[in-house]
């Protein structure tokens, strides 16, 4: 590498939060958590990189309390007996100096009921129960369903905060709940949840506010987005940076400190004309701080990794050079992450040669 690392390692704020530098630990599922309780191994996991430089932890997807939100009764809940867990996790993180965010999770049609998952005689829930375009597998969510489910995301984020979390994340791209009502192709209803791009977006709105009403205005609030879904990797929200800028702006309103950007490979542009990638435009078009994702520092994107496909180490000359642009404020780094918990002190040290290639057999441990 040529660049110098410094923008990397600059101090940055979000809503009152400083962060020492501007990495973030990726929410990566990891299904470790026996009876949906993360345990010390977790804890310990989460502290091994806080300790390392890593400058906020953002957790594994964690499931709000919904019979029907998680898809692995290995994922972590955030709710119940889990929150004596997750305290621990807090603890031993601060303990080491490192900041902290849960990231809460539905994921709704994604669920299968036949797999290893709670309450399996319960149909999962979507916004008109389509697993993907076309293919209905159970009945449309109630408005009563939805009213439930928006009060699991606020008590869950009002829980993170009297735990001692530094904020919360919501979890609304990849084709998951949040993102499946925003996502035309899984939301065909026609009331005030359904039809325009404003409605298609209320039942994130409604989180997003009732969360802000239970932890106040000073207290870190990211939302994380994705224009390609797991059911459909070319499918885009918005095609367009005026599209994309309304979809962004009454998210905006509603209370989000920050915009968690998700691609598949981060340097790719959003749209034709412009080098801007996804956090790049969503920085420009509202003004709020953006994290971009996407195959930091690997060769091979992360759904690769899924199918038992290999990544190398590589270098982060061109993710420095947007950087000290300011194109994007912080970068959110996966499996590098999670195969090497030293990679933020590595990175830091220029000790590149130290780096670890990815392999999927890491996706076994809690290393």
């Known amino acids: 590498m040529s660049r110098s690392v410094a923008p990397l390692f600059r101090p940055f704020t979000i809503n009152g939060l400083t962060l020492e530098n501007r990495i973030v630990m990726a929410p990566m599922t990891r299904s470790k958590s026996p009876g949906s309780i993360p345990g010390p191994e977790v804890a310990a996991y989460y502290r091994r990189r806080a300790e390392n430089m890593t400058g906020l932890i953002i957790t594994e997807g964690t499931t709000v309390n919904d019979p029907v939100s998680s898809m692995d009764v290995n994922i972590p809940n955030f709710y119940g007996d889990a929150l004596k867990g997750w305290k621990r996790v807090v603890e031993e993180v601060h303990g080491v100096g490192g900041k902290i965010m849960p990231q809460l999770w539905h994921v709704g049609m994604a669920r299968n009921p036949k797999g290893n998952v709670a309450n399996p005689d319960v149909p999962s829930a979507g916004p008109s129960g389509l697993s993907k375009p076309g293919k209905q597998v159970s009945e449309p969510m109630t408005k009563a369903h939805i009213q439930s489910v928006v009060d699991a995301f606020a008590r869950a984020a009002a829980d993170a905060r009297e735990l ?33 791009m404003l409605k298609r977006e209320r039942f994130a709105i409604e989180i997003i506010e009732a969360v802000r009403r239970e932890v106040g205005k000073d207290y870190p609030l990211i939302l994380r987005l994705s224009q390609w879904k797991q059911q459909d990797y070319t499918a885009r929200l918005a095609p367009t940076p005026e599209l994309l800028g309304e979809f962004l702006k009454v998210l905006s309103e509603a209370g989000v400190d920050c915009f968690h950007c998700s691609q598949r490979r981060f340097w790719e542009p959003e749209f034709e004309g412009s080098t801007l990638n996804f956090a790049g435009w969503a920085k420009k078009l509202t003004g709020k701080p953006s994290i971009t994702v996407g195959s930091v520092s690997l060769s091979g994107e992360f759904i690769g990794s899924f199918q038992g496909q290999s990544s190398e180490a590589t270098g982060i000359d061109d993710l420095l050079a947007r950087l000290e642009n300011d194109e994007f404020d912080l970068v959110a780094v996966g499996r590098a992450l999670l195969v090497d918990p030293e990679w933020s002190r590595k990175i830091h040290e220029e000790r590149y040669e130290a780096l670890m290639p990815f392999k999927p057999e890491a996706l076994a441990t809690l290393y």
């Open 164 to 196: 001692g979390f530094d904020g919360v994340e919501l979890h609304g791209a990849h084709g998951y709940l949040i993102d499946q009502f925003l996502w035309e192709g899984l939301n065909q209803r026609d009331d005030e949840y359904g039809g325009s």
